[in-house]
């Protein structure tokens, strides 16, 4: 089993919105800075955003600053992203990430567990 489990992917209309969730089963996410990256088909994976382990968020990708929200409920161990205003180009395979030993990052390299991605679609 991966250490982290994205769920909430789907297939959506060009602004409409989707929740995306990370959770880990056998681990407390809370020390964790957590951060979400993407890959589109033929395309490098970037970071979408991160947060720390005490609520602060950064978005790394210039289009989805004001659409992409990133959040943490520490009770539930998930982490969350939610995504309004979706546009074709937010189409990609979705993934969460533990950064381990630093905090957040824009770095692949600076997390050290994943999930296996979650695909999300935006077509009309």
Known sequence: QLPLVESGGGGVQPGGSLRLSCAAPGFTLQPYAIGWFRQAPG???????????????????????????ISRDSAKNVVYLDM??????DTAVYYCARAYPGGCSS??????????????TVSS
């Open 84 to 89: 309004n205003t979706l546009k074709p180009e």
């Open 43 to 69: 395309k490098e994976r970037e970071a979408v955003s991160c947060i720390t382990n005490a609520g602060t968020a950064s978005y790394f990708a210039d289009s989805v600053q004001g659409r992409f929200i």
């Open 107 to 120: 770095r692949r390299a600076d997390f050290d567990s994943w999930g296996q991605g979650t695909q999300v």
